[in-house]
C-alpha cells in the first residue's frame, strides 16, 4: 500500500511561518475537518490552513472572527503518525 500523502495542510502561523503536515489516504472532506480543526484548537496561533495536493493548493481555510476559549491544547500523534491538535 502507497504512504504518500494524498493531501497536505499548509498551517499558516500569524507572523506567516508554515508548518507542513502530510494526510496520508484522507478524503478531502476530512483534509477540511483536520484544517478546521487545527484552526479551532490553536486557538488563533494560525492565520489559515492551505489544503494542498501534489500540484499545489486546492484549498484555503480561514480563521474566523468568533473567539474560541480553550482551557489547554496538547500536540497529539495518531496512529499513522500524523500530528492532531487535541483539547483538555
Request: net charge negative; hydrophobic share 30%.
Amino acid at each position: 500500500m502507497d504512504k504518500e500523502p494524498t493531501f497536505s495542510l499548509d498551517c499558516v502561523r500569524k507572523n506567516g511561518r508554515r508548518e507542513r503536515t502530510g494526510l496520508i489516504h484522507q478524503t478531502l472532506s476530512e483534509a477540511r475537518e483536520q484544517a478546521e480543526r487545527v484552526l479551532r484548537l490553536g486557538n488563533g496561533l494560525y492565520r489559515k490552513v492551505d489544503i494542498c495536493n501534489e500540484y499545489g493548493t486546492i484549498e484555503t481555510i480561514e480563521t474566523s472572527a468568533m473567539p474560541v476559549n480553550l482551557s489547554e491544547v496538547h500536540l497529539a500523534e495518531d496512529k499513522t503518525g500524523d500530528a492532531v491538535l487535541v483539547r483538555h
